[in-house]
């Protein structure tokens, strides 16, 4: 692809030979599309021309994909705010890999259902926001040493 605009991995044809078909193909950057719609990720450009697709979106009605196919089957610079172009930037290249290990050796034969995007959308979560962190009532576990040892040693009291 010669346009300068387009993001590097972010078209069909990286998906063509090994999908098989189109439909099938677009499955990836269409779960991608929608996780980008889902978190803020998508310029405001892209919201008002795809107005009409990105109600079915945000109620998980039809197929994942129809949002990417609205936009031709390409994803380019001019689709993504600022924050969506750096996480896609950084992600793209690993996106093959993900699903793969999302969905097995037969990735291209799942089903284009909310269900599985589900599944990716916790792949894609971890990779725009990391891995999440400790909370709870004892946040860590080295935080938690003192509060555990109170706890111990206030118990043993009581029972003396």
Known sequence: MNDISALQYANVDEHMS???SLHKAMLPLGFVTAFCFHHGLLSAQFVQQHES???RVRYQEGQVSELFAANGAVLNKQDLNERGLVFLQSYLAK????FKATFGADCYGIEDSWENYQLFA???VRAHLGAPKPHGLFG???SAQPIVQSIKSSWKKLWR
Do not use: Q
Request: charged fraction near 25%; hydrophobic fraction near 50%; avoid cysteine.
């Open 18 to 20: 090994a999908a098989g």
């Open 53 to 55: 697709v990105l109600a």
């Open 122 to 124: 916790k792949v894609l």
């Open 95 to 98: 996106l093959t890999d993900d």
């Open 140 to 142: 860590s576990r080295s």
